[in-house]
Nanobody
């Protein structure tokens, strides 16, 4: 069992930055592809960025490219998402998830919510003035 806990969310003005973290505990997280997903009110959950088990391959959805950076500290079992130049449309509940046996692109774009192996509880990110 892999337990995922997100931290670092909150409120920020447009153009600001936030760094959110996903800490994993339980089984060895190095076997898992980990991704960040978000869900805004009234919208479907969408993949934001995913990183391979050893942190080599990364995927970003088009709307966050050049603004968000995903990284992974294997020693700390933690995945980070640095979010810069935040926009109002980035406002959502952000979740991290873990799965095995998928590419980063497939995890972020082609895996249903119920197909993920583990989910965190999510945290709110609000971008407004």
């Amino acid at each position: 069992q892999l337990h995922l806990v997100e931290s670092g969310g909150g409120w920020v003005q447009p153009g600001g930055s936030l760094n959110v973290s996903c800490s994993a505990s339980g089984v060895d997280s190095r076997y898992y592809v980990i991704g960040w997903f978000r869900q805004a009110p009234g919208k479907r959950r969408e993949g934001v960025s995913c990183i391979s088990n050893l942190g080599i391959a990364k995927y970003y959805r088009d709307s966050v490219k050049d603004r968000f950076t995903i990284s992974r500290d294997l020693a700390k079992n933690t995945v980070y998402l640095q979010m810069n130049s935040l926009k109002a449309e980035d406002t959502a509940v952000y979740y991290c998830a873990a799965t095995r046996g998928r590419t980063v692109q497939r995890m972020c774009t082609g895996t249903r919510v119920d197909e993920m192996d583990f989910w965190g509880e999510g945290l709110q990110v609000t971008v407004s003035s």
